[in-house]
């Protein structure tokens, strides 16, 4: 797989401040000096992974995906 600009770690302290602050997300982002997009696509893969039937089907969609190419 590709290279990440950002550790995971870091990916999951940003997600973790955007979810903890009242900040907006846009916010957030500037102040973390990440993209607003990113952080979104961030939290959603957070929010994905927390649901195991989400985490489920990704891997199903995945498998078929690669069955099909």
Do not use: C
């Amino acid at each position: 797989m590709g290279t990440y600009r950002y550790s995971a770690e870091f990916r999951t302290d940003a997600v973790a401040l955007a979810r903890s602050s009242d900040l907006p997300l846009a916010q957030a982002a500037r102040d973390l000096g990440v993209n607003h997009e990113t952080l979104r696509q961030w939290v959603k893969a957070a929010e994905r992974a927390e649901q195991p039937e989400a985490v489920a089907q990704d891997a199903k969609d995945a498998e078929i995906a690669r069955l099909r190419r």
